[in-house]
C-alpha cells in the first residue's frame, strides 16, 4: 500500500487544518488511515484505535487551539493521527523514523502532549486538575478529555466523573464510543452506553445527566463536518459537558472493522499474515494455562478463569471463553475490581485464576494488600509478560516482584519450566491457606521430568547442583541465566559454583542460606526485575551481619523507555562478562 500523501504535505501543524476545505480534510483522514496502516504493519503497534479516531482528531484540532486549549488522551494509544497533525508525521512517512516517536503522548516530544499517558481510565481524573488549576489561576482554555467506552469501566474513569461533574467550568469530555474495549466490552456501563446508541443519545435514563453533566450525543462519529459542528458549539463553555461520539475502531482496513479484537494492537506483518500460522501442536503458557483450566473444569472443580479485558494476552480466544461458559469472567479494564472479586470468590469455595499483564497488576495494590491478603483468600493470581525489557516506558513489566513480594501472607512463586509451572498451578488451585502468585515465564522451557516438589512447604528452595565458594540463585526465567553464569565461571575461575533454584520469591530458606556459610564465600542472585525491594535485597538482608558477600543482580529503579535488551543488560551488568569481572573484584 503507498500513499500520495498529497494533503498531509499541507499539513504541518493543527494550524494548517484551518486552510482546508472539508474534502480535503476527508482526504487528509483518509491519508493518515495509509500511514498507520503502513507503520504498523511495519514496526507493530495500536491498530484499530488509531483507525478509528482520525476524524475526531482532526476535528478537534481545527476547532481548538492547542496546545493553549489542553487534550487529555486515556491511554494515548489513539494518538497516531495527533502526532501526525502536530509535527511529527515524520515518524509515520519515513520507514527510518518510525521508532523515532512513542505509541503513546510523551511531552519531551511536543507541547501538545500534557502527559506521558499508556494505563487506562485516567484522562477525566487528569484533566479534573489541569481544569481546576485553570481556574484557580485565572485561565481561559478549554480542557478537553478523551475516554473510551472501554476506559469508563474502569473505576478511576467514575471516580473522574464523579468528580468533574462538579467543577462548574469549562470541562469536555469526549466519549469515544466504539462498541469495543480491547474484546467486546463488559457489564452494566457498556449496556447503557449500547441504549444510548440505540436511541440516538435520547433516554429517560442518563447515566451522565444524572451525574449533573451537559450531554451531546454524535452518531456520526466519523463524520469531519459533523464533528466539527459539535465541537465549535461546545467550544469555550462554562460547565462540564459530555460529547459522546459514535466511531468504527478500526475503520479504513476492512478486516480491523470485521474483526476487531485480534487489530486492538498487532504485530508487524499483519496485511501478509495468513490464519492459523501457529502449528496445531505448538505449546506455550498459554496452551499449557487453557488446557489445565478446562481439564479442571471437565473434573467438575468449581474454576474460574479470570482477566480484566486484556483475553489476548493469555491466548483467551472466542474458542477457549464459549467453552469456560459462566466459569470465564472478563470483569472490563477494572483490575481493582477482578482481585477483589477472586478474593470473594475463593472466600465462597471457588477456584479462580486471574491473569493479569505485569504492567497491570500494578494498578491494584491496595486490593491485593487489604481485600486479598489481609483476609488470606485462597485466589490464584498468574504474572505474565514479567521481565527486564525494551518496552514503552509506560508498559514496563519489572516492578511486580517489588511490589507483590513485600505483601503479608503472600506466596509468590517463579518457575522455571513448564513441569513447576503446572505443578505449582495445580498446587496453588487445591490448596485453600494462602493467596498465591506465580510469575510465569515468558519463553518455554522443560525440565524434562514431573516435578513432585510439595509446595505447601513454603520457602523451600530447590539445590540443583552442589558445589563451592560461589553459590548462585536464579529466579524464575533468569535460572537460564544462572546455568550459563556456572558454566562461565567453571571456565574462567576453576570454581564449581553451587545452583539453586529458589522458586519462593515472598520468602527465605534460611536453613539451606546457612548452611552455604560453611563452604562458600560469594552468593549472587539474579532476577529478571528491579533490584531495589526485589528477591536478591531478601537475600542481602539475610546475610547483613555474616562474612558472606552478595552479588544482586538485576534492573534498577529507573523508568526506562525502548531501550535495546543489550543496553539494558549491559547497564545493569547482567552478562557473564561483567559479573565475572565483578566477581573477580569481591573474591580479591
Same mark, same amino acid.
Given at each position: 500500500?503507498?500513499?500520495?500523501?498529497?494533503?498531509?504535505?499541507?499539513?504541518?501543524?493543527?494550524?494548517?487544518?484551518?486552510?482546508?476545505?472539508?474534502?480535503?480534510?476527508?482526504?487528509?483522514?483518509?491519508?493518515?488511515?495509509?500511514?498507520?496502516?503502513?507503520?504498523?504493519?511495519?514496526?507493530?503497534?495500536?491498530?484499530?484505535?488509531?483507525?478509528?479516531?482520525?476524524?475526531?482528531?482532526?476535528?478537534?484540532?481545527?476547532?481548538?487551539?492547542?496546545?493553549?486549549?489542553?487534550?487529555?488522551?486515556?491511554?494515548?494509544?489513539?494518538?497516531?493521527?495527533?502526532?501526525?497533525?502536530?509535527?511529527?508525521?515524520?515518524?509515520?512517512?519515513?520507514?527510518?523514523?518510525?521508532?523515532?516517536?512513542?505509541?503513546?503522548?510523551?511531552?519531551?516530544?511536543?507541547?501538545?502532549?500534557?502527559?506521558?499517558?499508556?494505563?487506562?481510565?485516567? *484522562?477525566?481524573?487528569?484533566?479534573?486538575?489541569?481544569?481546576?488549576?485553570?481556574?484557580?489561576?485565572?485561565?481561559?482554555?478549554?480542557?478537553?478529555? !478523551?475516554?473510551?467506552?472501554?476506559?469508563?469501566?474502569?473505576?478511576?474513569?467514575?471516580?473522574?466523573?464523579?468528580?468533574?461533574?462538579?467543577?462548574?467550568?469549562?470541562?469536555?469530555?469526549?466519549?469515544?464510543?466504539?462498541?469495543?474495549?480491547?474484546?467486546?466490552?463488559?457489564?452494566?456501563?457498556?449496556?447503557?452506553?449500547?441504549?444510548?446508541?440505540?436511541?440516538?443519545?435520547?433516554?429517560?435514563?442518563?447515566?451522565?445527566?444524572?451525574?449533573?453533566?451537559?450531554?451531546?450525543?454524535?452518531?456520526?462519529?466519523?463524520?469531519?463536518?459533523?464533528?466539527?459542528?459539535?465541537?465549535?458549539?461546545?467550544?469555550?463553555?462554562?460547565?462540564?459537558?459530555?460529547?459522546?461520539?459514535?466511531?468504527l475502531k478500526g475503520k479504513g482496513y476492512k478486516p480491523a472493522e470485521i474483526n476487531k479484537e485480534p487489530f486492538h494492537w498487532t504485530l508487524p506483518g499483519f496485511m501478509g499474515a495468513k490464519d492459523n500460522q501457529i502449528p496445531a501442536n505448538y505449546e506455550d503458557y498459554n496452551s499449557v494455562t487453557k488446557d489445565y483450566l478446562l481439564n479442571k473444569l471437565n473434573e467438575g472443580m468449581p474454576i474460574v478463569a479470570m482477566n480484566a479485558a486484556t483475553p489476548g494476552v493469555f491466548g483467551f480466544d472466542k474458542e477457549f471463553r464459549n467453552k469456560m461458559g459462566s466459569h470465564y469472567i472478563d470483569v472490563g479494564i477494572a483490575?481493582?475490581?477482578?482481585?477483589?472479586?477472586?478474593?470473594?470468590?475463593?472466600?465462597?469455595?471457588?477456584?479462580?485464576?486471574?491473569?493479569?499483564?505485569? *504492567?497491570?497488576?500494578?494498578?491494584?495494590?491496595?486490593?491485593?494488600?487489604?481485600?486479598?491478603?489481609?483476609?488470606?483468600?485462597?485466589?490464584?493470581?498468574?504474572?505474565?509478560?514479567?521481565?527486564?525489557?525494551?518496552?514503552?516506558?509506560?508498559?514496563?513489566?519489572?516492578?511486580?516482584?517489588?511490589?507483590?513480594?513485600?505483601?503479608?501472607?503472600?506466596?509468590?512463586?517463579?518457575?522455571?519450566?513448564?513441569?513447576?509451572?503446572?505443578?505449582?498451578?495445580?498446587?496453588?488451585?487445591?490448596?485453600?491457606?494462602?493467596?498465591?502468585?506465580?510469575?510465569?515465564?515468558?519463553?518455554?522451557?522443560?525440565?524434562?521430568?514431573?516435578?513432585?516438589?510439595?509446595?505447601?512447604?513454603?520457602?523451600?528452595?530447590?539445590?540443583?547442583?552442589?558445589?563451592?565458594?560461589?553459590?548462585?540463585?536464579?529466579?524464575?526465567?533468569?535460572?537460564?541465566?544462572?546455568?550459563?553464569?556456572?558454566?562461565?565461571?567453571?571456565?574462567?575461575?576453576?570454581?564449581?559454583?553451587?545452583?539453586?533454584?529458589?522458586?519462593?520469591?515472598?520468602?527465605?530458606?534460611?536453613?539451606?542460606?546457612?548452611?552455604?556459610?560453611?563452604?562458600?564465600?560469594?552468593?549472587?542472585?539474579?532476577?529478571?526485575?528491579?533490584?531495589?525491594?526485589?528477591?536478591?535485597?531478601?537475600? *542481602?538482608?539475610?546475610?547483613?551481619?555474616?562474612?558472606?558477600?552478595? !552479588?544482586?543482580?538485576?534492573?534498577?529503579?529507573?523508568?526506562?523507555?525502548?531501550?535495546?535488551?543489550?543496553?539494558?543488560?549491559?547497564?545493569?551488568?547482567?552478562?557473564?562478562?561483567?559479573?565475572?569481572?565483578?566477581?573477580?573484584?569481591?573474591?580479591?
Amino acid at each position: 500500500m503507498t500513499t500520495t500523501a498529497s494533503i498531509l504535505e499541507m499539513v504541518n501543524s493543527p494550524e494548517d487544518l484551518r486552510k482546508l476545505n472539508m474534502e480535503e480534510l476527508n482526504l487528509l483522514a483518509d491519508e493518515m488511515r495509509e500511514l498507520i496502516i503502513n507503520k504498523v504493519n511495519t514496526i507493530g503497534g495500536h491498530l484499530g484505535p488509531n483507525l478509528g479516531i482520525a476524524e475526531a482528531t482532526i476535528a478537534l484540532h481545527y476547532v481548538f487551539n492547542s496546545p493553549v486549549d489542553k487534550f487529555v488522551f486515556d491511554i494515548s494509544h489513539q494518538c497516531y493521527p495527533h502526532k501526525i497533525i502536530t509535527g511529527r508525521k515524520e515518524g509515520f512517512t519515513n520507514p527510518e523514523n518510525y521508532h523515532k516517536y512513542t505509541g503513546f503522548t510523551a511531552p519531551e516530544e511536543s507541547a501538545h502532549d500534557i502527559f506521558k499517558i499508556g494505563h487506562t481510565s485516567t *484522562s477525566v481524573s487528569l484533566a479534573t486538575g489541569l481544569a481546576k488549576a485553570r481556574d484557580l489561576t485565572g485561565g481561559k482554555e478549554n480542557i478537553i478529555a !478523551l475516554i473510551g467506552d472501554g476506559s469508563l469501566t474502569g473505576g478511576e474513569a467514575l471516580e473522574g466523573l464523579n468528580n468533574a461533574a462538579v467543577l462548574n467550568s469549562n470541562f469536555i469530555i469526549v466519549l469515544n464510543d466504539n462498541d469495543m474495549s480491547i474484546a467486546e466490552n463488559q457489564g452494566g456501563i457498556c449496556e447503557m452506553l449500547t441504549e444510548l446508541r440505540e436511541h440516538n443519545g435520547k433516554v429517560e435514563n442518563n447515566f451522565f445527566k444524572a451525574l449533573g453533566f451537559d450531554y451531546i450525543y454524535v452518531d456520526k462519529g466519523n463524520d469531519v463536518e459533523t464533528l466539527i459542528n459539535v465541537f465549535q458549539k461546545v467550544k469555550d463553555i462554562d460547565h462540564p459537558i459530555v460529547v459522546h461520539i459514535h466511531t468504527l475502531k478500526g475503520k479504513g482496513y476492512k478486516p480491523a472493522e470485521i474483526n476487531k479484537e485480534p487489530f486492538h494492537w498487532t504485530l508487524p506483518g499483519f496485511m501478509g499474515a495468513k490464519d492459523n500460522q501457529i502449528p496445531a501442536n505448538y505449546e506455550d503458557y498459554n496452551s499449557v494455562t487453557k488446557d489445565y483450566l478446562l481439564n479442571k473444569l471437565n473434573e467438575g472443580m468449581p474454576i474460574v478463569a479470570m482477566n480484566a479485558a486484556t483475553p489476548g494476552v493469555f491466548g483467551f480466544d472466542k474458542e477457549f471463553r464459549n467453552k469456560m461458559g459462566s466459569h470465564y469472567i472478563d470483569v472490563g479494564i477494572a483490575e481493582q475490581q477482578a482481585v477483589a472479586m477472586a478474593s470473594g470468590l475463593a472466600k465462597e469455595g471457588a477456584k479462580p485464576v486471574l491473569c493479569v499483564m505485569s *504492567s497491570f497488576i500494578q494498578r491494584t495494590y491496595d486490593q491485593l494488600s487489604q481485600d486479598l491478603a489481609l483476609n488470606n483468600s485462597p485466589a490464584t493470581i498468574l504474572i505474565y509478560w514479567g521481565g527486564i525489557s525494551e518496552a514503552d516506558c509506560t508498559h514496563l513489566c519489572t516492578f511486580d516482584i517489588s511490589m507483590i513480594s513485600n505483601i503479608p501472607n503472600m506466596v509468590y512463586l517463579a518457575p522455571t519450566c513448564k513441569e513447576e509451572y503446572l505443578k505449582m498451578l495445580d498446587w496453588s488451585v487445591k490448596q485453600n491457606e494462602h493467596p498465591v502468585v506465580i510469575r510465569v515465564p515468558f519463553t518455554m522451557t522443560y525440565m524434562g521430568y514431573e516435578d513432585t516438589t510439595d509446595y505447601s512447604v513454603i520457602n523451600k528452595y530447590k539445590m540443583i547442583e552442589q558445589g563451592n565458594e560461589i553459590a548462585i540463585l536464579g529466579l524464575g526465567a533468569f535460572f537460564e541465566n544462572a546455568k550459563t553464569l556456572k558454566q562461565a565461571i567453571k571456565n574462567e575461575l576453576g570454581i564449581d559454583a553451587t545452583l539453586i533454584n529458589p522458586r519462593f520469591i515472598t520468602g527465605i530458606d534460611k536453613e539451606m542460606m546457612n548452611s552455604l556459610k560453611s563452604n562458600h564465600k560469594l552468593v549472587i542472585t539474579l532476577e529478571d526485575g528491579e533490584l531495589d525491594g526485589g528477591f536478591g535485597e531478601k537475600i *542481602s538482608r539475610f546475610y547483613g551481619d555474616s562474612d558472606m558477600k552478595v !552479588l544482586n543482580y538485576g534492573s534498577f529503579k529507573e523508568f526506562t523507555d525502548r531501550v535495546p535488551i543489550s543496553e539494558l543488560y549491559s547497564r545493569y551488568r547482567l552478562t557473564p562478562e561483567l559479573i565475572l569481572e565483578d566477581i573477580k573484584r569481591v573474591l580479591k
